[in-house]
């Protein structure tokens, strides 16, 4: 009775639901091939150290002009390459941009190279030849065989520390490369400085500051050895210095301690026995050496490899058991692998002390927060954040307060619109932190201020000068002549709009309701309904002439056509099927855009969408019209919604390298994969409602954070029961195709009854 | 009663000597024509801002070589240029090598230009032309009239805070360029980065990193306007940016509040009326742009220009007060002008809440002292550290503590040889910091634990990879083959050698000073019996055959040839005599050097070394032999120490714009002039002694920290009455050449008759 107390009170989640084994089921190499973009390497969590190899750093230039190839390396490796190049410690999950790719270690033994050599000619470089047969890439662990090192490579990682052990063969020529010009999307000036401290045989700390994508980045580290290095030294590959000084007075490439540099590698060098293993701890930090330091002494106070991998391992099962599912072995691996992918982003940004950088670049401290940063907020607001609410509630209500705190540190005084590192670069198009801090405050998960959250969405959104604004506050809409992703541009505006909308009414701002809930409706002025598509209109008010529906480029939208676009009206799927011509025309536009045929001339310029992400002109691969196959519920077929959704769910997402049909995008295609899996998907967030679809577990138990548990059942699952016969909420019969957010968090049960024939009379 | 007590209290200084307006006396334009290497503008004692013009900012580079020219601009101002740049808030004293020149302002009106011109052509660009009559320089401020502008410009500043009040003609295109690109000793790389944030109308912060002289430097700022200005922009000249998103989502050259690059430019624009005053505060800090805004708030909280400018020359007052003289005017001018330039070096270095940015990257605080930084050891340890530990001692000891908290931080473990702003350049040779470590120690003016500065001192001295010492340490000498200044190493480590003997014998550590007093009679190792100098020796024992007397240049000795490095073992002229053939030659070989002709191309490859600062063949213009005119002391011939001595002061010191014979070299100099007007001087720092020369003072009365006095009184003293008689001291007739260091600090009077003819008899 007693031992059962302490065993409670010791694993308080344990108490509501039995902890399993899930780990085994995440399978991180899944995306990693083709258009993923995911990384196979060790992580926490929404840790800060991302631990994984890198088979390639190709130069963002390549003769003098943009080398498309390197942006296959968003994630740093590619399943179809032969040889890794190294291990680095920050990685971007499924982005189709990047940065990052911070401090690269790479093992060696022979005669000391310093140049990673290349892919054609390995041999002339650090790099090495590997085989997938010799690699294993588990939640928090991976694994991989160094062939032509002979060394066995293993990484696992704590929440900002990595951890290396590299078991090395008899040599007295046993290296460790320390690369601080590598990097990902590199470019010969993208970084900025470098400085290191040697400051024993087993210890040494430093800072790289980078101008990549993050204009001014800066990550501090503190490295640490299990064993002293018997010497060691730099290379520096920067133009000539002008004031030589520095060199003339010490041999500086050599067991040197201070070194400071654009364009430096270290090497440490040891004498190993056969089978010796040398470990590395890498901590990470915003902020300071200092700050890095603690948190390697903090985290990873010792050297037992095995033990930080074990928990590692114990913090994911820890996260994966939150949502028990029953589901053939390939879905588990699928729906875990989602779930994995969807809680390593975003990250947390700040030392174990709490201190961050700010947008400023001024040392905060998170007062009563965990700060996180990485925000691909164009792709995430739409299933992650919404699926954060229901699973991960406190932390995206800290992700919140992180972006309050980019806003009250943003001169330009607004939220983020992707940022990460304490830098926005302000890519993709609208203001989507206001669909995040809609859906958490209309979902009761955000505990701040609400009104002054506001007032940040409010002031985001009327800053006149960003993207068209001004205009499409003067004229309702953004005229083609001022933007190539005019149309875009105003669809989005109009949903996130709506979000501003929706917490004015929850705040009882009736004014700023009626002044969002007018400009939420400009997506009217985009579409022209003598042709039934969102269309590019010039300032005179005429629509453009020019015009193709199936181009993804330069016809007003950005990365996706008309076709997907058009649809883009979440908060009003209403009003736009009226536009479209009611019901039935809406649901045979929705089969057109499932069946037609979209050839690859119309979106060859469009890097982020390629074949494997398309079903007929539906493009799954990317973002825009995620929603899309959950509108036939507001045609009246909802069958249709059902099978659509089990079609993408087979076809998008597979167990295996290539198992992505396109970029995951920080989580938001798991998201996605996970919500429609269960039965259900946030069409609008900032609304409570989900849509509901076709659950493709036989059952699934989530354990929520208040301590309830909401159960979904799908009775006579299976591939070709696809069809929903009827669902029950806690033994009552559901009338309408939605539930509450409010029914999943009072806890309670949902009942699908599963057949292979559509049920077409039901609404 | 009460009141004279409450006054006391208040002004402690007061109640020991009177204050009087000394200010007058300091002409900050002294040294800024020719070699002096000073600056004009506004600072405070050890003040961290120096607010100054630069009349020009040269690339380091023309044509892809070096830019000999440059070198003119160690200060930042040439007094014989025609037109000024703009004010910028960080500047080097008298230096032969150069950094800073951080954040440059530059008023102007009319069209808008954001180049600053060239000096043959100052019309195509923001520069203007100005004339030294309409040029005021003071103590703590300084006034110019921008002729193309019709501007006038006033400068000020607090510690930390620069203040600048500009007077407007009327002008609707009035405009303040801040230019952020612009430094000394400028070329293309070295600014790293930059970053501002316009946070409001009227206050701006950021900070910009460097890699110059100090290969790791970052100045943070805050800049704060008395008027708001209607608008601002930058024009940034970095390459084209690889991520162009940032570019793309707004008008980032036009009010747009959040800029960072390499090659950037602001300005901000007003209305001004006529004779209307815009007024700039503008506060460094080495760690933080918020601790450049409390630094601000904390010491100009207001807009009282005046106010400011009082409080600076008040404190000026203060300082020169410690010493009162009676002089004629030109030697006041002088006298209080070396005064003023021995105390505005080195600079505190830390903000008012104590933080400061430490050797290792890392924010410190300092506890119980202030930081100072800008150690110019080569030159300073010689007369100007020794002239604090008389009148500055507290402020002395602080600095020991900096060097300390540098050895700290290093992760090398060396004492700083040349630092300034967290960085070693490790310029000139020796290790001196052991010297001035030793003076503070053996003068008792070092509060902190000498065992751990002993340590500190030894472990310098024994880096053996630090330029020839493992070979020193070894042989006994540096061999000519393994370094180019191989004679002036040994000669400079064998006499800071001696000054850890000194320590080590004060703390009773008989090993230690063994060992180290054997290594201060290396200097024996590289004189050449044969021909009576110092002289590179190969390492097989023998003396390098090709050798020239006369060159300053390739002949082992830096900067300087060996007739005057021949002199340089200041620990133990009795020795060096000996060796060079006893009392009457070894005068004799001073004689000539002082009346000897140095041919012009023996020195035309040294630029620290120019025809003014020459006398003979004895070099006054650079530091070697500034001990040397003492020397005559050790040879029984006192009389012509006295004479030399006050032909130097003479023939190096002027109350003109090109009255410095040489570069101040960080107030040495200036130190040798005060010590030598006033009749001693410190032959060997590290000893307790002082050696007697010539007063050229009448009299003065040196106010010390304890509250005691010391004067000096010069009985019939005159230009003409160079010799001195006899001295006494405290009434008693002084029998030697020297007096103590306890003489002085205990309080007293040391009196000298003298007289026009020499006294050769007495010793």
């Known amino acids: 009775m007693k031992k059962a107390l302490l065993f409670c009170l010791l694993f308080p989640a344990l108490s509501t639901q039995a902890q399993q084994n899930l780990v085994k089921y995440v399978k991180p190499i899944i995306g990693t091939q083709k258009m993923g973009h995911t990384y196979p390497g060790a992580t926490l969590p929404f840790g800060s150290v991302q631990l994984s190899p890198d088979t390639d750093t190709l130069s963002y230039e390549l003769n003098g002009k943009y080398n498309g190839e390197v942006y296959k390396y968003c994630a740093g490796y590619k399943y179809e390459d032969k040889t890794i190049v190294g291990f680095s ?9 990047s940065d990052l790719g911070d401090f690269l270690i790479m093992p060696t033994q022979g005669a000391l190279k310093i140049n990673p050599g290349t892919a054609d000619a390995p041999k002339s470089g650090f790099r090495s030849a590997f085989s997938h047969k010799n690699e294993t890439a588990e939640a928090g662990y991976y694994k991989v065989k160094l062939d032509d090192h002979q060394i066995q490579a293993e990484l696992t990682a704590s929440k900002r520390v990595g951890m290396h052990r590299y ?31 040697v400051i024993n045989d087993s210890l040494v700390t430093g800072y790289r500051q980078t101008n990549g994508w993050a204009r001014t980045r800066t990550v501090y580290f503190a490295m640490s050895f299990s064993k002293p290095f018997k010497s060691y030294g730099q290379k520096n590959f920067d133009k000539k210095q002008v004031y030589g000084g520095f060199w003339r007075k010490f041999d500086q490439n050599n067991n040197f ?51 930080v991998k074990n928990q590692a391992q114990t913090e994911w099962n820890k996260e994966l058991n939150k949502i028990n599912i029953a589901a053939s072995e390939d879905d588990k691996v699928n729906f875990y692998t989602a779930m994995y992918h969807a809680f390593i982003n975003p990250t947390t940004y700040g ?35 919404p699926f954060f609410n229901l699973i991960q509630p406190s932390r995206n209500n800290d992700m919140v307060k992180s972006m309050m705190a980019h806003y009250d540190q943003s001169a330009l005084k607004m939220l983020p619109i992707w940022s990460h590192y304490a830098n926005d670069n302000w890519c993709m198009s609208g203001y989507h932190s ?163 045929h979209l050839p690859d001339e119309f ?79 946030p069409v609008s967030p900032g609304s409570d409602e989900y849509a509901l679809g076709s659950p493709s577990v036989k059952s699934a138990s989530l354990a929520l954070e208040g301590g309830k548990t909401f159960a979904v059942e799908a009775i006579n699952q299976s591939d070709k029961n696809v069809y929903v016969q009827k669902v029950l909420l806690n033994g009552k019969i559901l009338t309408g195709n939605s539930i509450k957010h409010d029914d999943i968090t009072k806890g309670g049960k949902l009942t699908f009854y599963m057949s292979s024939r559509p049920v077409k009379s039901s609404k």
């Open 89 to 97: 410690h920050t990685h971007f999950s499924g982005t189709g941009h």
């Open 167 to 197: 078991t090395f063969p008899k040599s007295a020529d046993s290296h460790l490369i320390l690369d601080l010009m590598s990097g990902i999307y590199n470019y010969d000036d993208k970084t900025v400085w470098t400085y290191v401290r």
């Open 257 to 307: 301690p201070e070194i400071a540099g654009k364009r430096i590698r270290m090497h440490f060098d040891f004498d190993t026995k056969e089978q010796e293993q040398v470990q590395v701890k890498f901590a990470l930090s915003p902020v300071s050496q200092d700050n890095a330091l603690e948190n390697m002494r903090t985290e990873i106070p010792g050297w037992n490899f095995d033990e």
């Open 351 to 385: 030392d174990v002390n709490g201190q961050y950088k700010g947008l400023d670049q001024n040392a905060h401290k998170a007062d009563g927060f965990t700060n996180y940063t990485t925000f691909s907020l164009w792709d995430t607001y739409r299933a992650l954040h």
């Open 434 to 596: 206001v669909s995040v801090i809609a859906d958490a405050i209309i979902k009761g998960v955000y505990d701040g201020d609400a009104a002054k959250a506001l007032e940040a969405c409010i002031t985001t959104a009327n800053h006149r000068n960003y993207e068209g604004i001004g205009k499409y506050i003067d004229m309702g809409y953004i005229p083609a002549e001022s933007s190539g992703t005019s149309v875009s541009n105003t669809l989005e505006y109009a949903y996130d709009d709506w979000c501003i909308a929706q917490i004015a009414k929850r705040l009882g701002k009736q004014e700023v309701y009626n002044e969002f809930i007018k400009r939420s409706g400009n997506w009217k002025n985009v579409y022209d309904k003598s042709i039934g598509f969102m269309r590019p209109r010039l300032a005179d008010g005429s629509f453009k002439k020019e015009f193709d529906v199936l181009s993804t480029h330069g016809q007003g939208f950005i990365e996706g056509n008309t076709w997907n676009y058009s649809f883009f009206v979440p908060q009003d799927p209403e009003s736009l099927m009226a536009a479209m011509g009611g019901k039935q025309k809406f649901a045979a536009r929705i089969d057109s855009l499932f069946t037609m």
């Open 603 to 681: 979106f060859a310029d469009t890097e982020d969408i390629t074949r494997e992400g398309i079903i007929g002109g539906y493009v799954h691969g990317n973002e825009p019209a995620h929603h899309v196959a959950y509108l036939y519920n507001w045609a009246g077929q909802p069958w249709k919604t059902q099978e659509r959704v089990r079609m993408i769910l087979k076809m998008q997402y597979k167990p295996t390298p290539d198992g992505l049909g396109g970029n995951d995008d920080c989580g938001q295609m798991s998201a996605w994969y996970m919500f429609s899996s269960l039965g259900f998907y």
